[in-house]
């Protein structure tokens, strides 16, 4: 049983910045690949961030550039630096887990945290 706890969330100025971070824990941490999805109000989940057990790094359109995901000291939890923020990022942030990359890195995540809200004011 994979179990995810986030931190990190908060309320931000346009043009801030917001550090979330995602701990894992697990039996193994073999293949195991972790990433980030948010949610806004009336929206569908959608992608964010990822890195692979490879540590292949892989961003949406929408934060490349401005987001950075990275792996901790301890091989079970992993960051994401959000800079440069804008009221369309306001969501509910949810770190994700899977073993191997045989669906790729936007899907086929079956373990979630509880979601951690960002919210950024215009």
């Known amino acids: 049983q994979v179990q995810l706890v986030e931190s990190g969330g908060g309320l931000v100025q346009a043009g801030g910045s917001l550090r979330l971070s995602c701990a894992a824990s697990?039996?193994?941490?073999?293949?195991?690949?972790m990433g980030w999805f948010r949610q806004a109000p009336g929206k569908e989940r959608e992608f964010v961030a990822a890195i692979s057990w490879s540590e292949g790094i892989y961003y949406s359109d929408s934060v490349k550039g401005r987001f950075t995901i990275s792996k901790g000291n301890a091989e079970n939890t992993i960051s994401l630096q959000m800079n440069g923020l804008k009221p369309e990022d306001t969501a509910v942030y949810y770190c994700?887990?899977?073993?191997?990359?045989?669906?790729?890195?936007?899907?086929?995540?079956?373990?979630w945290g509880q979601g951690t809200q960002v919210t950024v004011s215009s």
């Open positions: 994700a887990a899977k073993y191997g990359e045989g669906s790729g890195y936007k899907t086929g995540y079956n373990y």
């Open positions: 697990a039996r193994t941490f073999s293949s195991f690949n």
